[in-house]
C-alpha cells in the first residue's frame, strides 16, 4: 500500500505542475495581451483596433498546439519537448523581432515623411514603446471638447432618413454624409467629425484664399455683392437656371418646396388671420388706442405713433398684407422695407429645396463658392439643426467678437467656438494619430508583452513537457507493480 | 421521514418560489389591478415551472421507484437539476438576451429594460398615474361623465368606457399628429433629441402636413335632454328656452338615448406643442436685455393693459388656431411678473396626455404585462440554483432508498450485479488493454493504468 501511495502522490503532484506549468505558458501570456488590449483600446483614436492583440495571442497558441499535436507523432518523449518548446520560441521571438522592426520602420517612414514635417508631431520610436498608452490618450480630452462645443458626434446622423420633400438623401461612407440630390447636406443631417472639418476648414481656406488674393478686402461683402449681381442679372446663370423646370417645381406655384416655408402669399395670408382677429378684438383694439401713450414713456421715440395706429386700424379689416404694413411702416421710417422682412423671416424659415442647387453654386469664383457653400453649411444647415460650426464676428469698439456655436435651441444657449489655430492643430494631430497609431500601437503593445512575458511563456510551455514525463514514468511504474500483483 | 424529507425538499424549491413571486408581485397586481390578467405575467410565469418542476419530479420519483439500476435514478435526478435549471436560469438568460432589444424598439427607447428591470414597482407606478391622470382629466371636461370620479379610478382600465376612450384619444392624437410629423422630414427628431432650435421649431409649426384628421370626441356642452312624450325624440333648452332637437353624431334626430351630454366631433390638428404636452415656457429677459432697464415701462404696461391681458391671450390664441397658422389651438399666457411667454398645449383641455405618455398608455396592458414578469426575475435566478440543491438532494435520497431496497452497501460504487445484466458492477478482470489498437501511445498508458487501479479498487473493496 505504500508504494501505490508514493506512486499515486507522486503522479498527483506531476499532474499539478504540468497543469500549473502549462498555464504559465500560453494562458498567462493571453491574459497580459488582454490586459493590454484593454489598456489600449477606446476613445476615438483607438476605436478597437486594438483588438488584433488578443487575435495574434490565440493564433499564436492555436499554432503552438498544432505544433504539439505534430510532436505526439515522434518516438522520443524529449523530442516533443524539444520540439514543441522550439516551435513556442520560434512563434514568440519571431512575433517580438517582427512587431519591433515593422512598428520601428513605421515610426521612422513617418517621422521622415514629407521632408521631415512630422518630426516634431511623432515621437520617437524608442520614446514611443515607453509612452504610447499616454500618447494614445492624449488627443481624446480636446476631441471631445471639440466634439462637446460643436454639439456633433464622431460619426455623423441623420434623423428620420428622408428629407422634408420626401426625397432620399445618399449616403456616402468616405465622407460619412448623407448628401441629397442638389449636393448638400440632407435635412437632419448632424455632422460627424469628417464633415464638421471639411466645412471648417473650407471655411477658414476659403477666407485665407480670399485674403491672399484681395488683400484688405472683406469676403462677406464680395460673396453679398457677388450673390446680388447674379440675382439681378437676368443674364446670369443662376437667372437662367431659376428659369428651369427643376428650380420652378420646387419654387414655382404649388412647388415641393413651397409648403415648407413662409411664402410671400402665405405671409399675406398670416397677416391677413391676424388682422381679422385683431380687428375683432375689443382688448387688442383698446390696446392699440393706448400705443401713443405708452409710446410716451419711450425717450428719443420720435414717431407719429396716432398716426400708425389710425393707419394700422384702417387695414386691419382689409385684409392686411405685408405690402400695405410696409406702406404704413414707410411714411415713418425707412429703416424698415419689405426686405428687411423678408431677411428676418429668411433667417428662420427659409426651406432650401433638396432638389434645386442653391444660389452660390453659380458663383463664378470658386473661392467665393467655397466660402458661401461653408457658411451654409455651417451656420444655416448647422443653426437648424442644433450644431452650428461657425461663428459670425461683429466688431465691437475695434474688438473682433464671436458669436457662439454649437447647441443654440430654446433651452440652450451655445458654447464659445474654439480658434481658428485650435482647431487647424487639432484636426492635423488627430488625422496624423489615425495615420499610424491605430496600426502600429498594438504591434507594440504585443512587442511589450512579448518582452516582458514572452520568455516565461517558452520557459512554462518546457517545463510542462517535464513534468507530464514525470507523470507517465509514475503511470508505467503503477501499471508494472499492478501487473506483478505489488498494489494487492 | 425519507419521503417527508424529499417532499419538504421540493416543496422549498419550486412552490416556495412561487409564493415569493406572487409577494413580490403583490404590490403591482394591488396597483394595477384593473388590467386583470395582464398583471400577473410573473406570478404565471413561476406557476408554470412549479407545474412543470412538479410533474419532473412526480415522473423521475415513480421511475426511481420502479428502476432496476441506479443509473435509472440518477437519470432522473439529473432530468430534475437540468428541468429546474433551465426553466429558471435558462429562461431568463434567454428573456435577457432577447427582450431589451424588442422591448426598447416597441417603445422607440422611451422606456429601457433597465428602467423596468429593478424599478418594476415604479413603473407600475407610473403607469397608474398615467391612467388616474386621464380619468381625472376628462372627468373634469365631462367626457366621462356616467360615474362618479372614485368609481372610474375605481374600476380604471377595467372600465370599457376609459378603454375605449383610451384608444380614440391615442389614435387621433397618432394619426392627426405623430404620424404627420414623422412623414414631414427630420423635424420631430430632431426636438425630440435636444436640437429644439428656432428653424426646427418653425418648421414644426408651418409646415404644411398631410393630416389624416381624425374625429377627436369632445364635450363641448353639457345639456341635459328631454324625451318629447309624444313623439319619443329627445330635445334640450337654450337659453332663450327654445326647444333644440339632440342629434347624434352624424346629425340624425336622437330617439333612444338616456339623460346624457351632447357629443360633438372636433377635427384636430394636433400642433408640436400637443405632442410634448404641458407647457413651453420661453423667457423674455435674453431678448429684453438689449433695451436695459425696462421695469419702469413694463410696470406702466402691466398697470394700463393688465385687465385686457385675457382678451389679447384669447385673440393669439384664436390667431394661432387659424388654418393660415398652426391650424390648431396653442394658448398663450403672458407673464410680465416673471418676464416669460407660456406655451400651453391643449392636451388637458382635450383630456389627452403627451404624444409618449400617450402611446405608452396606450399600451400600457402589454407594458404591464412585461413589467409584471420582473418581480419572478431575481427570485427565480436564485431558485435556480436552490433547485438544483434540492434536486440533488432529492436524488441521493432517492438512491440510499434505492440501495436500501436493493439491499446494496451505501459507499462508493454498487456491489458486483446479483445476476448477469442486473446492475452496472465495474468488472473485476481488466479487459486487455492491447486490444484497442486505435489509442495513441500516451492514450493506452493511462487507459491501462486506470484499468489496473479500478481493478485493485474493487478486489480492495471485496477483501475487506
Known sequence: ???????????????????????????????????????????????????????????????????????????????????????????????????????????????????????????????????????????????????????????????????????????????????????????????????????????????????????????????????????????????????????????????????????????????????????????????????????????????????????????????????????????????????????????????????????????????????????????????????????????VDGQIQYSKVGCITLSESGSDPMSESELRNLFENYDLALRYMPKVYPLIGIRNVLVLYGALCVFGVAVSYFFARIEQKQLALLCKAAKEGGLA | MKTFLKILLFVVSMPLMLVLVFLESKYLIDTAGSYGIFVWGGVLVAALVTVVCTLTYVITAAQAHKAKTIKKVRVGTAAMVIVSLFFTVGVWRIIDAVLPDIFENATDHTITFDMIREDYNHRADVHMNLLNTFIRENYANGTLDEMSLEEYLDEGYANQEVRDLIAQRFTSMDAGGYKTFKANGPWLDLANSSRLTIPTLVHLIINERETEAYPFYLIAERVTYKKDPETGAYYWLDDQGNRVPAKDKNGTNIYTIDDRSDDTLEMVNWTILDMQGGTMNISLEGLLSGLGDISGILGTVQSLVGNMIEGIENALAEFIARPEVAGSYIFVDLDLDKLQVNLISTTEERGVLGYQNMAWFNSNHLLLLITSLFPARNIMYVFGAVGVLCSLCIGAIRES????????????????????????????????????????????????????????????????
Not at chain 1, 516533443?80 to 522550439?86: N, P, S, Y
Not at chain 1, 414717431?303 to 393707419?311: C, G, K, R, T
Not at chain 2, 456491489?415 to 448477469?420: D, R, W
Open chain 1, 1 to 395: 500500500m505504500g508504494k501505490l501511495k508514493s506512486i499515486k502522490s507522486k503522479m498527483l503532484w506531476a499532474r499539478v505542475f504540468k497543469l500549473a506549468f502549462y498555464g504559465i505558458g500560453f494562458p498567462l501570456l493571453l491574459w497580459f495581451l488582454r490586459e493590454e488590449k484593454v489598456a489600449l483600446n477606446g476613445g476615438y483614436v483607438m476605436g478597437n483596433s486594438a483588438d488584433i492583440i488578443v487575435y495574434f495571442g490565440l493564433i499564436a497558441w492555436a499554432v503552438v498546439l498544432v505544433a504539439q499535436l505534430i510532436a505526439h507523432l515522434f518516438r522520443s518523449k524529449r523530442g516533443r519537448q524539444i520540439f514543441a518548446t522550439a516551435v513556442t520560441l520560434v512563434v514568440v521571438l519571431g512575433s517580438l523581432v517582427f512587431c519591433d522592426l515593422y512598428a520601428e520602420k513605421q515610426i521612422k517612414d513617418l517621422r521622415a515623411a514629407d521632408d521631415g514635417a512630422y518630426a516634431d508631431k511623432v515621437a520617437t520610436y524608442e520614446d514611443t514603446v515607453v509612452k504610447y498608452h499616454q500618447y494614445a490618450k492624449d488627443l481624446e480630452a480636446p476631441l471631445q471638447h471639440f466634439l462637446d462645443v460643436y454639439n456633433i458626434e464622431m460619426t455623423s446622423q441623420n434623423k428620420s432618413g428622408k428629407n422634408t420633400d420626401g426625397t432620399e438623401p445618399v449616403y456616402d461612407t468616405e465622407d460619412d454624409a448623407n448628401y441629397s440630390p442638389n449636393g448638400l447636406y440632407a435635412d437632419g443631417y448632424i455632422f460627424g467629425y469628417k464633415a464638421a472639418k471639411k466645412v471648417i476648414l473650407t471655411y477658414y481656406d476659403a477666407r485665407a484664399a480670399y485674403q491672399k488674393a484681395h488683400p484688405g478686402a472683406n469676403i462677406d461683402e464680395a460673396l453679398q455683392a457677388a450673390l446680388e449681381a447674379q440675382e439681378n442679372d437676368p443674364s446670369s446663370s443662376w437667372s437662367q437656371y431659376k428659369r428651369t423646370k427643376e428650380y420652378q417645381d420646387a419654387y414655382g406655384p404649388d412647388g415641393t418646396a413651397t409648403k415648407y416655408y413662409i411664402t410671400p402669399e402665405r405671409l399675406d395670408q398670416i397677416l391677413g388671420a391676424l388682422g381679422e382677429v385683431a380687428s375683432g378684438n375689443a382688448q387688442i383694439g383698446t390696446l392699440l388706442d393706448m400705443v401713443p401713450l405708452i409710446g410716451g414713456f419711450i425717450s428719443g421715440l420720435d414717431i407719429d405713433l396716432d398716426a400708425v395706429v389710425q393707419a394700422l386700424k384702417e387695414n386691419l379689416n382689409s385684409g392686411l398684407t405685408l405690402a400695405k404694413l410696409m406702406d404704413i411702416v414707410a411714411q415713418f421710417t425707412d429703416a424698415i422695407n419689405e426686405d428687411t422682412i423678408w431677411d428676418l423671416v429668411a433667417q428662420y424659415s427659409f426651406y432650401q429645396s433638396p432638389t434645386t442647387k442653391p444660389a452660390f453654386s453659380f458663383l463664378q469664383d470658386k473661392t467665393l463658392a467655397n466660402y458661401a457653400w461653408a457658411k451654409y453649411e455651417g451656420m444655416t444647415h448647422g443653426g437648424k439643426v442644433g450644431s452650428i460650426l461657425l461663428p459670425t464676428e461683429t466688431e
Open chain 2, 401 to 464: 432508498q434505492f440501495r436500501k431496497r436493493k439491499g446494496l452497501k451505501a459507499d462508493g460504487e454498487e456491489a458486483p450485479a446479483k445476476s448477469e445484466g442486473e446492475g452496472n458492477a465495474i468488472p473485476v478482470t481488466p479487459a486487455p488493454v492491447e486490444e484497442k489498437s486505435d489509442l495513441t501511445p500516451y492514450m493506452r498508458t493511462y487507459a491501462e493504468a486506470h484499468q489496473v487501479y479500478r481493478s485493485h479498487l474493487n478486489k480492495d473493496q471485496l477483501n475487506k
